[in-house]
């Protein structure tokens, strides 16, 4: 089945630096999603990528979907503690099943 | 409004109990779906409803039982659960269920089977 591989696992930052993690497949997608969630919390869409080299910033968000359609990355800039959580990618190519990366987890000390 | 909200927020149920998890959403999404997560782990898909009607069941067994009364809301039905059970249930609703929407979700139900 298809699988994304989604890194690092975890990363540990100071307040301030830039955060960079990423996701690839063996497969191709049509919708690359990057969603961050809280403890207790549902995911929270971030992102949204539709075409393979799109290039999306939001705030200090920036993602970008593979020219292959395989991976996808994204970057957080000078990070702040409310960015502590956990990072998911997504990647959809058939009808509604969502393939998800196994997530990122972002600790900031402040 | 991209807003899916869900009841109640945290739920104990015993093992020989029957309860509901509810789901509504009012941006007239026609896709709608149940998840469970377990804890660091991403979400699981259950099961899908397009246009109301069941389109993708992952082999969930009968103690979990969905139903779609109208477009804006889904039900999961919960019946004689084990303690494994246990997660964070989330649902999610889509403009359409086709493979460049976007999936939008709840803020679960944490529920806990003793």
């Known amino acids: 089945g298809q699988q994304l591989n989604q890194s690092p696992q975890s990363m540990f930052i100071q307040e301030g630096e830039d955060v960079s993690m990423n996701c690839t497949s063996s497969?191709?997608?049509?919708?690359w999603l990057w969603y961050k969630q809280d403890p207790g919390e549902g995911p929270v869409l971030l992102i949204a990528?539709?075409?393979?080299?799109e290039l999306t910033s939001n705030g200090r968000l920036t993602a970008q979907f593979g020219i292959t359609r395989k991976d996808s990355f994204l970057n957080i800039s000078a990070s702040i503690p409310s960015d502590v959580g956990i990072y998911f990618c997504a990647g959809q190519l058939y009808g509604n099943k969502l393939v998800f990366g196994a997530g990122t987890i972002l600790r900031v000390k402040s | 409004d991209t807003e899916v909200t869900q009841t109640p927020k945290h739920l104990v149920m015993g093992m020989t109990n029957k309860k509901s998890l509810k789901c509504e959403q009012h941006?007239?999404?026609?896709?709608m779906y149940w998840y469970k997560q377990k804890a660091k782990k991403p979400p699981e898909l259950m099961f899908v409803?397009?246009?109301?009607?069941?389109?993708i069941n992952e082999s969930v067994p009968s103690r979990f039982s969905p139903e779609c009364p109208n477009s804006s809301l889904l039900n999961l039905h919960l019946h004689a659960l084990q303690p494994e059970d246990s997660a964070l249930y989330l649902c999610a609703s889509s403009p359409q269920g086709a493979s460049t929407d976007t999936q939008y979700f709840g803020p679960g139900t944490r529920l806990t089977v003793l």
């Open positions: 497969s191709i997608f049509n919708t």
């Open positions: 409803y397009s246009y109301e009607k069941l389109s």
């Open positions: 990528l539709y075409k393979a080299g």
């Open positions: 941006m007239g999404h026609r896709a």
